[in-house]
């Protein structure tokens, strides 16, 4: 009962502050300015985004599938695509990130991997994720983050280079000794092309955001988009908020602030945003109604 408790009070906790930050943008909204904004929109751009979003679904999906190909593990695409849309679903309507994951985990050891390294499996994909967002980061905040204060600046490329320098030397330590198998996924040369995908799906993240921007009509050089977006994804995926709803929208109209943009642009850029996450969820929801078998 207890674990109920804190349960609900974490989701709780959620709806505060995802709502608390979206009633605190709307208070500042000009909302004649976020009228015009949304009747000029152009859907040509927006499906290309939605598109650009889909194709990098099924790279996570493939970067999962090679996870676990590294214990030897393999089974059809078409499984881990399933699983990760029911997991991504299921992560859009529940607080957090855990309910999703621990349904991805659970789909893996039906199909014959043990508990844990299903479970960490998941982990790793999601880490392969933030590595990506971080080697991104670490190729464009020395060019493109002078917009941002100094101090925050600094500090984000201190913990950028200090997490990639920790990632690679754990690495290249854990490879050099044998009898490895559970860790196997973070060791050369198991662990190339995972990062190579987590790398290519975080700019595939960055583009459709720049799509966005253009479906909005929105005059901004692309280039800040590779420092704003890999941000905006690290916090948006703190368990803090409904996924990542609020965090997003107030990230990036305090970043295109520090740029001279208007308020309302970086909120209906996180709303344009959300709404491909929505329909996203979509597929999931059909696979998990269809394929009960799964659950047996």
Known sequence: MNQKIKSYLAFLLRLVITFSILFYLFQKTDFEKLKEIWQNISFFYYFIALGVFFSFQILIALRWKKICLSWNFEDKLSFFLKA??????????MPGIVGGDILRSFLLTKRGLSWKKASFSVILDRGYGLLGIFIILALFLPFKGYFLPYSFLIFLE???????????????????????????????????????????????????????????????????????????????????????????????????????????????????????????????LYFYLKEKSLWK
Do not use: W
Not at 84 to 93: A, C, E, R
Not at 173 to 190: I, N
């Open 158 to 284: 201190i913990l950028t280079y200090s997490l990639l320098i920790l990632y690679f030397s754990t690495s290249l330590f854990l490879s050099k000794r044998e009898g490895q198998d559970f860790l196997k996924p973070v060791c050369l040369p198991h662990n190339i092309f995972p990062i190579f995908l987590g790398f290519l799906i975080q700019i595939l993240f960055v583009f459709q955001f720049i799509f966005l921007a253009l479906a909005l009509r929105l005059n901004f050089q692309s280039e800040y988009f590779f420092v704003i977006i890999p941000v905006i994804s690290f916090l948006s995926a703190l368990p803090i908020s409904i996924a990542g709803l609020g965090i997003r929208e107030g990230s990036l109209s305090y970043f295109f602030s520090l740029l001279n943009y208007p308020l309302e642009y970086g909120l209906s850029l996180g709303l344009l945003g959300y709404s491909l996450i929505l329909i996203s969820a979509l597929p999931g």
């Open 84 to 93: 990760y849309f029911m997991g991504f679903s299921l992560n859009t309507v």
